[in-house]
């Protein structure tokens, strides 16, 4: 039975392999390793493969189980399987099936999704650890959609994943700025990590879109070198802003429907909090014992919240806050009408910007200066993320399964998944790829808002600097700075 699914696998990854050539226009390669002999997974690399370094697939037997991932749904448009039944004829479905059934080949396994509302999953997983019943072998649960993540982790419900020595947590699998930001207490303990495995958690990046078209008819250069060379700040950011701005036979830039003007960035309130995690700024540091404290009383975090102020005035068209959907007034049909040259959303809007009529390009969150040394792209705080519940009777073959899945997705799924990201009218911009892979590699969120510790000033700062509101910085980080430093020491006290 073995040797014949094994053979229908191979099958089906060679019929796959002939659609993703002609679709996907991949061309790289890249091995893997098993033991004493080579062993490829699924696809021969693709344009923006992450990684083409060797890997050792554990030899460990399932005996034929099912392998249950507890996995999230939305209303919110997000691509959300992480199982299919059979090829489907599109390219990601068919990456996502083809990953699954070489794991389910290399472990002797039958991977499993249950599906789940976003806002119930921490629930789910509350109650089921606090039973003592081993109901799921890994889950995505939100960081913070209906409860906290870290009130399950206080609880005792998740595992130390560093406590798993088949999870290779230190590869670019893993979502490297995520691991570090997520590390608390003695021994840097990481109870949540970022990876490819559920799509979603690659769409729940932030990033810029920009209208190619129009900023090459404005004589603007395209910015994607001013990336490459560090020099994509606020300031480069809201130069652009301002070069695009045009009333365009309007009376004023009162949002009109049926008008004519031309706005230089919209976006919703996300985008505040977009903002300060690009500008590497913290709620919350860690010192290299895994201690938290507050962040938000520096010179240069109170520097950059009011430079984010500056940016998203709504005045004389500069930045244009839209955020209602129902009746049109949203950033994305915005966006996608020509109406504004920058918008800001999550990497999913990629989708519906897909049938533009004319270009458009990626690019991550603005720096806040020259001097900083990285890009930072924020990850939206319902951002599912992979725990082992604490009730797992398997860890370590737990552990060398979502490896190999978060290898061979970054493989051969994120590849699909950037392409189709990109496309227009078979357009592959290979530049929006390129910068795919700043945005994907730097995406995390804060460890305040996976605690609970932070939440409402980070609320605070979405909702009134996001949509142009009064907000004194100063006085809302010392009306602040009390509340979260109880919420930290709180937690910490469990783990001493």
Same mark, same amino acid.
């Given at each position: 039975?073995?040797?014949?699914k094994?053979l229908?696998?191979?099958? /089906? ?15 790289n390669?890249g091995?893997?390793?098993n033991?004493?002999q ?6 021969d690399?693709?344009?923006? =493969? ?9 030899q ?6 099912d392998?249950?991932? /507890? =996995? ?10 992480i ?5 489907t ?22 991977i ?9 999953i ?5 109650k089921?650890?606090?039973a003592?019943?081993?109901?799921y072998?890994a889950?995505?649960?939100p960081a913070?959609?209906?409860g ?7 609880q ?13 947590l ?32 690659l769409?729940?990046? !932030?990033?810029v ?8 008819n404005?004589?603007?250069?395209l ?8 020099k ?6 809201n ?16 949002w009109?429907?049926?008008?004519k003007?031309?706005y230089?960035?919209?976006s919703y ?11 590497g700024?913290r ?28 940016m ?15 009746s ?10 020509g109406?504004a040259?920058l ?20 690019l ?9 040394q990285?890009?930072y792209?924020?990850l ?12 797992n ?19 051969d799924?994120?590849?699909?998944l950037?392409?189709?990201s ?7 911009n290979?530049?929006s ?8 590699n730097?995406? !995390? ?8 510790w932070?939440n ?40 001493q």
């Amino acid at each position: 039975m073995k040797s014949i699914k094994r053979l229908l696998f191979m099958m /089906l990854a060679v019929l796959f392999l002939l659609a993703t050539v002609i679709s996907c226009s991949k061309n790289n390669s890249g091995s893997g390793s098993n033991n004493n002999q080579t062993d490829a997974s699924p696809s021969d690399g693709g344009a923006a =493969a992450a990684t083409t370094e060797e890997y050792i697939y554990p030899q460990m037997d399932g005996a034929g189980a099912d392998f249950r991932i /507890l =996995a999230p749904t939305t209303t919110w448009f997000f691509y959300t399987a992480i199982t299919h039944d059979a090829m489907t004829g599109d390219v990601l479905d068919d990456a996502i099936y083809t990953r699954n059934r070489f794991i389910e080949s290399k472990f002797n396994i039958n991977i499993k999704e249950i599906s789940m509302d976003i806002a119930k999953i921490n629930a789910q997983l509350q109650k089921t650890t606090l039973a003592g019943s081993d109901e799921y072998d890994a889950a995505f649960c939100p960081a913070n959609s209906s409860g906290n993540i870290g009130a399950l982790i206080t609880q005792n419900s998740f595992c130390n994943l560093r406590d798993i020595s088949t999870l290779n947590l230190d590869k670019n699998w893993w979502n490297q700025t995520m691991a570090k930001e997520a590390a608390i207490g003695a021994g840097n303990k990481l109870y949540y990590a970022g990876c490819g495995i559920d799509i979603m958690t690659l769409q729940c990046v !932030s990033c810029v879109f920009f209208n190619q078209d129009m900023m090459t008819n404005l004589g603007l250069e395209l910015p994607y070198n001013t990336v490459r060379n560090g020099k994509w700040t606020f300031d480069a950011f809201n130069q652009y802003q301002k070069a695009a701005v045009n009333l365009n036979g309007d009376a004023s830039f009162k949002w009109d429907k049926s008008g004519k003007a031309i706005y230089g960035f919209t976006s919703y309130e996300d985008c505040a909090a977009a903002l300060l995690e690009g500008s590497g700024e913290r709620f919350i540091k860690t010192d290299a014992n895994g201690t938290p404290s507050l962040a938000i009383q520096g010179e240069r975090f109170i520097n950059v919240l009011i430079k984010i102020q500056t940016m998203l005035k709504q005045q004389d068209g500069e930045y244009l806050y839209a955020n209602d959907i129902s009746s049109g007034f949203h950033c994305e049909p915005i966006f996608k009408n020509g109406r504004a040259l920058l918008n800001m959303e999550e990497l999913k809007a990629a989708d519906v910007f897909r049938d533009m009529e004319v270009t458009f390009g990626i690019l991550p969150i603005p720096k806040y200066d020259e001097t900083q040394q990285n890009y930072y792209c924020h990850l939206i705080y319902q951002t599912p993320v992979l725990v082992i519940p604490a009730t797992n009777q398997k860890f370590d073959f737990t552990g060398a399964v979502l490896d190999a899945m978060a290898y061979v997705s970054n493989k051969d799924v994120t590849p699909v998944l950037f392409d189709v990201s990109v496309s227009q009218k078979q357009l592959r911009n290979d530049d929006s790829i390129d910068m795919l892979q700043i945005i994907k590699n730097s995406g !995390s969120f804060d460890v305040g808002c996976a605690y609970g510790w932070t939440n409402t000033f980070y609320d605070d700062i979405r909702n009134n600097i996001g949509q142009d509101k009064k907000f004194d910085v100063s006085s809302q980080i010392e009306k602040s700075v009390d509340k979260i430093n109880a919420n930290i020491a709180k937690t910490m006290t469990l783990f001493q």
